[in-house]
């Protein structure tokens, strides 16, 4: 357990009976059921990193945080928080997103480093999947503008990952990183 969430199999191994799981996920109990087999532990609602913890352990060791809450552990905290938190989950893996979670299947499997137990994106990958699904032109320009000035990614080292990723919603972060750069 970590920042009071925890799996409902992790709590059966510990000794806690199911019933007694269930009794105090009922509405108005002491613990709350943030997704299928995951429990958040301390009363009230949910911060953001117990919504990434929940996550990961919904969707298990081998997916990735990406998008801006990968950034803010990388170092940006500065960076609005989308509604949802971003998870690649590998292409076979057939979980359903949740209210607060977004999962997206990859066959390419980013680099990762580890931070807290969590499976991060590298900066550069974390920035354009968070950049493809920016629909607002201001919003974007100011991601991809924090990333370079924070030094977490250079603009050839966007334009790679570019490159080498999914064309869909690629088009507005490419256009935005030739006027961030000049051309």
Same mark, same amino acid.
């Given at each position: 357990?970590?920042?009071?969430?925890?799996?409902?199999?992790?709590?059966?191994?510990?000794?806690?009976?199911?019933?007694? =799981?269930?009794? #105090?996920?009922?509405?108005?109990?002491?613990?709350?059921?943030?997704?299928?087999?995951? =429990?958040?532990?301390?009363?009230?609602?949910? /911060?953001?990193?117990?919504?990434?913890?929940?996550?990961?352990?919904?969707?298990?060791?081998?997916?990735? =945080?990406?998008?801006?809450?990968?950034?803010?552990?990388?170092?940006?905290?500065?960076?609005?928080?989308?509604?949802?938190?971003?998870?690649?989950?590998?292409?076979?893996?057939?979980?359903?997103?949740?209210?607060?979670?977004?999962?997206?299947?990859?066959?390419? #499997?980013?680099?990762?480093?580890?931070?807290?137990?969590?499976?991060?994106?590298?900066?550069?990958?974390?920035?354009?999947?968070?950049?493809? #699904?920016?629909?607002?032109?201001?919003?974007?320009?100011?991601?991809?503008?924090?990333?370079?000035?924070?030094?977490?990614?250079?603009?050839?080292?966007?334009?790679?990952?570019?490159?080498?990723?999914?064309?869909?919603?690629?088009?507005?972060? #490419?256009?935005?990183?030739?006027?961030? /750069?000049?051309?």
């Amino acid at each position: 357990m970590r920042d009071g969430v925890t799996s409902t199999a992790d709590l059966v191994r510990s000794g806690v009976s199911r019933y007694t =799981i269930d009794t #105090r996920c009922r509405p108005g109990g002491p613990w709350l059921r943030l997704l299928p087999g995951v =429990i958040l532990l301390t009363p009230g609602s949910p /911060t953001r990193l117990q919504q990434v913890r929940a996550a990961a352990l919904y969707t298990g060791p081998e997916s990735v =945080i990406t998008g801006v809450d990968a950034l803010h552990a990388h170092g940006l905290p500065a960076l609005p928080l989308p509604p949802r938190v971003h998870v690649l989950q590998r292409p076979n893996q057939r979980l359903n997103g949740h209210d607060f979670l977004l999962l997206e299947r990859t066959t390419r #499997r980013p680099p990762t480093t580890t931070r807290s137990d969590l499976h991060l994106a590298t900066p550069a990958r974390a920035t354009l999947d968070a950049a493809r #699904r920016e629909q607002h032109p201001l919003r974007l320009h100011q991601l991809l503008a924090a990333v370079l000035r924070a030094g977490l990614a250079t603009a050839t080292e966007l334009l790679d990952e570019l490159d080498a990723g999914s064309k869909r919603g690629a088009a507005a972060p #490419r256009a935005a990183l030739r006027q961030l /750069t000049g051309g």
